[in-house]
């Protein structure tokens, strides 16, 4: 059964940082990479970057290029999303993801929340 | 960078009617467009891949069609369950992945 866990929310003060946990089932870590997405109020979702925990390969989304790092501990098939430099425009549900091979995202965790607030 | 562009924004809708929600991409996306149901609270769910297959466990009540840039989810025999948010991705050229805003589909 694939199973994505992630941490709990989180509330922090503008310019600080988060760094949200993705605990995965199975075999994911082997054969499949993770993917962050992040969904802001009354916004439509907005992909972050992946990681193909096997290898360590990462890619973010420019936008996201100098704030994010992605990382992967294989040991514990737990991925993490850090963002730095936090403002209130980042109070956001975030999630993890598996992408499939064909590049769809199958399984989702069950999203975290992070609140910017001073 | 391709951009999804979802219409309408909200769609209100009775129990038992037909919803039908357009996606249209900036550029061919092929048959590479996936759409899934947000819930509050709840991990967002695949509910179709390649434009018009199911995803497992997925009612028949939902179903995509289109190719290209024109795509359409629709719902057939409304249930409570099925108010929520949807959204299209393309998956055709990776990454970046891109979604389009969404539609909420309310009870009218």
């Known amino acids: 059964q694939v199973q994505l866990v992630q941490s709990g929310s989180e509330v922090k003060k503008p310019g600080s940082s988060v760094k949200v946990s993705c605990k995965a089932s199975?075999?994911?870590?082997?054969?499949?990479?993770i993917t962050w997405v992040r969904q802001a109020p009354g916004q439509g979702p907005e992909w972050m970057g992946r990681?193909?925990?096997?290898?360590?390969?990462?890619n973010y989304a420019q936008k996201f290029q100098d704030r994010v790092t992605i990382t992967a501990d294989k040991s514990t098939s737990t991925a993490y999303m850090e963002l730095s430099g936090l403002r209130s425009g980042d109070t956001a549900i975030y999630y993890c993801?598996?992408?499939?091979?064909?590049?769809?995202?199958?399984?989702w965790g069950q999203g975290t929340l992070v609140t910017v607030s001073s | 960078e391709i951009v999804m562009t979802q219409s309408p924004a909200t769609l209100s809708v009775s129990p038992g009617e037909t919803a039908t929600l357009s996606c249209r991409a900036s550029q061919s996306v092929s048959n590479n467009l996936a759409w899934y149901q947000l819930k509050p609270g709840q991990a967002p769910r695949l509910l179709i891949s390649g434009a018009s297959t199911r995803a497992t466990g997925v009612p028949a009540r939902f179903s995509g069609s289109g190719s290209g840039t024109e795509f359409s989810l629709t719902i057939t025999s409304l249930q409570s369950e099925d108010f929520a948010v949807y959204c299209c991705q393309q998956y055709f050229n990776w990454p970046p992945w891109t979604f389009g805003q969404g539609t909420k589909v309310e009870i009218k």
């Open positions: 993801a598996r992408v499939d091979y064909d590049g769809y995202f199958d399984f």
């Open positions: 199975g075999d994911i870590f082997r054969s499949y990479s």
């Open positions: 990681i193909i925990p096997i290898i360590g390969a990462t």
